[in-house]
């Protein structure tokens, strides 16, 4: 089961897969009811959570109900927590939208939630990250997970947040960091085949493989950067709870 998910994730793009994976996760979600695991994003509890994973399978990790992985609830529970996100209605740029935010952000923020990306057929607005049509001092908040490492410029990306957030605003800046992490980000442009990317990145549409630097490349956007064990200090209970890895940081650039 967790090689045929790793290869359908592998070969199949996210959005065909998010669109045509629903009929094979409400049965799941059906097979896996129960109270071991809850999902703080759509609050569905179960057994356990599903397999997912591009190369290896990780346990545990996909809610059948809102499709989160471990990375969606862990910003989720942050935001509930430290932030006002959810506290009142706030002006919000979400770049490369996760299906399981879109409904409760627009929910909650209403139309001060817009959703960006080059492809996605969700965003509301086609754009590319480096060079935004936002206004100077624009968003309270932008989230940006699992994005730069796909971006061709991602210190260009980071200086376009900083450029669109507003003074006191933040940004929730996400990144894969793959075993073991290198000190300095790994990057080359005479890497082009899927197949090197693969090797060298960790994924084939990856265009670096970040390392133990990243948080000086949020500083030197301009941002003030924060590396936040939020994961841990939430408790090992609460990590199996809610399927999140307690070895995870939270990445955050103030402005």
């Not at 000190?183 to 890497?191: F, L, M, P």
């Not at 960790?202 to 133990?212: N, V």
Request: hydrophobic share 40%; proline share 6%; charged share 25%.
């Amino acid at each position: 089961m967790r090689r045929f998910i790793s290869l359908v994730i592998r070969f199949v793009p996210r959005p065909v897969l998010q669109r045509l994976a629903r009929p094979f996760l409400c049965l799941a979600a059906w097979f896996l009811r129960g109270n071991e695991v809850v999902c703080p994003v759509c609050n569905g509890s179960f057994k356990k959570f599903l397999p997912y994973g591009r190369i290896r399978s990780r346990s545990n990790a996909l809610c059948p109900k809102c499709l989160s992985l471990e990375r969606h609830r862990l910003i989720w529970l942050y935001l509930k927590e430290r932030t006002d996100f959810f506290k009142k209605s706030l002006d919000v740029l979400h770049l490369a939208p996760e299906i399981c935010f879109i409904r409760p952000f627009e929910k909650q923020h209403g139309a001060h939630y817009i959703t960006a990306d080059l492809e996605s057929p969700w965003a509301k607005i086609k754009t590319d990250i480096q060079a935004m049509p936002f206004a100077d001092n624009n968003f309270d908040v932008v989230l940006c997970n699992h994005v730069l490492e796909h971006v061709p410029d991602d210190r260009q990306a980071l200086r376009e947040i900083h450029r669109v957030l507003r003074p006191g605003g933040f940004a929730i800046l996400q990144v894969p960091f793959f075993s073991p992490v290198p000190e300095t980000t790994i990057e080359d442009a005479s890497v082009t085949s899927a197949r090197e990317r693969e090797k060298h990145y960790g994924q084939a549409d990856h265009l670096r493989r970040y390392g133990k630097d990243y948080i000086l490349r949020i500083a030197q956007s301009g941002l003030r950067a924060e590396e936040s064990a939020f994961a841990a200090e939430l408790g090992e209970e609460i990590c199996r709870r809610h399927g999140l890895v307690s070895t995870e940081k939270i990445y955050i650039g103030r402005k």
